[in-house]
């Protein structure tokens, strides 16, 4: 896989600080995307760009075994104005490696991050992940998210 730049970009949504020690990232994701679909959020959301769902993993207190940060949003054109409640980010210029999900969701996002996080030869930057939950996330078995994990040059 070769890497590839991806420029600065901003997104506002709803977070969570998580761990993946003992599964617990996977119940405070599941429950903010429960927010997040059960409060319309995506209809919260000024100045969007377009309406493909980010996840975005930041904030590493190490690696993917220590807390860091998860964020269900949008893409947005500015953080000038961030709903009271919700978290706007700057997600800055860096080398990317892009993996594709594809199957039956969250199974295949799953299973995407599981193939991550036991790679060893993926020279993760640990700045910031994010998925994207474009026009084919809701394509039931033939699904696709792209996952994108920042890399050092």
Same mark, same amino acid.
């Given at each position: 896989?070769?890497?590839?730049?991806?420029?600065?970009?901003?997104?506002?949504?709803?977070?969570?600080?998580?761990?993946?020690?003992?599964?617990?990232?996977?119940?405070?994701?599941?429950?903010?995307?429960?927010?997040?679909?059960?409060?319309?959020?995506?209809?919260?959301?000024?100045?969007?760009?377009?309406?493909?769902?980010?996840?975005?993993?930041?904030? $590493?207190? %190490? !690696? *993917? @075994?220590?807390?860091?940060?998860?964020?269900?949003?949008?893409?947005? #054109?500015?953080? =000038? &104005?961030?709903?009271?409640?919700?978290?706007?980010?700057?997600?800055?210029?860096?080398?990317?490696?892009?993996?594709?999900?594809?199957?039956?969701?969250?199974?295949?996002?799953?299973?995407?991050?599981?193939?991550?996080?036991?790679?060893?030869?993926?020279?993760?930057? $640990?700045? %910031? !992940? *994010? @998925?994207?939950?474009?026009?084919?996330?809701?394509?039931?078995?033939? #699904?696709?998210? =792209? &996952?994108?994990?920042?890399?050092?040059?």
């Amino acid at each position: 896989m070769h890497n590839q730049i991806i420029q600065k970009f901003y997104v506002i949504g709803i977070s969570i600080r998580t761990t993946n020690e003992n599964g617990q990232s996977a119940k405070d994701i599941e429950t903010v995307w429960g927010k997040f679909w059960g409060e319309q959020i995506q209809n919260q959301i000024p100045n969007k760009v377009n309406d493909d769902i980010y996840a975005v993993y930041t904030d $590493y207190e %190490t !690696d *993917f @075994t220590g807390p860091y940060s998860a964020i269900i949003g949008l893409p947005v #054109s500015s953080l =000038e &104005t961030i709903p009271e409640g919700f978290t706007g980010i700057t997600i800055e210029k860096a080398a990317y490696q892009k993996f594709v999900s594809r199957g039956k969701m969250p199974e295949a996002i799953f299973n995407t991050w599981v193939e991550i996080w036991q790679n060893t030869n993926l020279n993760r930057a $640990y700045k %910031t !992940d *994010f @998925t994207v939950h474009g026009k084919k996330y809701n394509n039931g078995d033939q #699904s696709e998210v =792209e &996952t994108f994990i920042s890399v050092k040059e």
